[in-house]
């Protein structure tokens, strides 16, 4: 667990900003820790609850799971109930980044030069569909 | 401005005259838009020749949509960065293209998909997008799954470190690729640029935007997407 901490940590510090953000309060609440993360292992996963937060929406808690030092899932124990800051929380799940070569009818990415659009998988399918 | 568009329209009976629509009309947005021709709308409005409230509806429209997505983001997307001229670029690409989508349907299209240097409009569907693998040019990383939605991808991988954070004035690069789902791609297209100058903090920024999901690989290659992005299921290489 001594890896996983960490990364706990910054994933919370990803998270808060979502409900800090909330531009027409305009402050930015003090964030209060309280008890120190617990963790269980079920299974192949570690799962890790995180401390509670206090914000001034209400309290923040979430939980991760992990596989080894990779977070494989980030779920919200508790929550702020206002209806903005509940329309606002994501869920967020990690994976590995692959690398596939599917059957798709066109690509989204960063092509916005000829140079790229040459090497891309969209002249391809173009070419195909041609 | 320039980009390559990739149209196809499904529907048999849709002459050449929808697609001869998008294109004029994306020659028209280039001229009047472009940051890059001392002619155009912008520049003159950039260097006062214009005044703010004599511009076109339209680019009335472009300025406050980037004004949302300024004061959304706490600053981090600017297109009046200190030093540089106005480049409403980030904006005005996929404002232009979810109206070239409308053009279409105008035409008589219904099912098609609509490429606009890597933004897609998807009408009807299910049209499986891919979304480039920012290592391998070759590869994707993931396919979306859309049905009448659109989808926006920033990266670093074909531009370079092109994206400035506005909160610091430096280049954005916790992030290698991120792409948005949304109903239009004038929200997909938005959302991904201000997300990726938000850095990390971007990811469940863009989950938060309402009808948006998000898809983001990180500076260390790993992904990170919220939970209801519409990934289809990965087949076999």
Known sequence: MKRAVPVLLLSLAGLIPVWRYEPSLGTAGAAASEPAPASSSAGRGTTVRGSNVQTEKGPVQVQVTFEGSRITAVTMLRQPSHPQTTAAVPKLVAQTLEAQSADIDTVSGATITSDGYRTSLQAALDARGA | ?237
């Open chain 2, 1 to 237: 401005m320039g980009f390559p568009v990739s149209l196809r329209v499904d529907d048999g009976d849709v002459g050449e005259e929808g697609a001869d629509a998008v294109f004029a009309w994306l020659r028209e947005v280039d001229a009047r838009f472009s940051p890059f021709r001392a002619d155009s709308e912008v520049c003159r409005l950039d260097r006062g020749e214009l005044a703010r409230d004599a511009v076109s509806a339209d680019l009335d429209e472009v300025l406050g949509l980037c004004e949302e997505y300024r004061v959304a983001s706490g600053g981090a997307f600017d297109v009046r960065l200190p030093g540089r001229g106005l480049d409403p670029c980030a904006v005005v690409k996929g404002w232009s293209v979810q109206r070239a989508a409308g053009l279409l349907r105008a035409a008589g299209a219904r099912r098609f998909v609509l490429n606009a240097g890597g933004d897609v409009v998807a009408a009807r569907g299910p049209w499986r997008v891919g979304i480039r693998h920012p290592g391998r040019a070759d590869r994707v990383c993931a396919v979306a799954e859309l049905t009448d939605a659109a989808i926006a991808t920033s990266a670093r991988y074909e531009r370079g470190d092109h994206i400035v954070d506005g909160r610091t004035g430096r280049p954005a690069t916790e992030l290698l690729s991120l792409s948005v789902v949304a109903p239009t791609l004038t929200v997909a297209d938005a959302v991904a640029t201000a997300a990726f100058a938000l850095g990390a903090d971007g990811v469940p920024w863009a989950a938060a935007r309402p009808g948006c999901e998000v898809f983001a690989v990180t500076a260390d290659h790993r992904v990170l997407r919220s939970e209801n992005f519409p990934a289809a299921r990965a087949q076999a290489a």
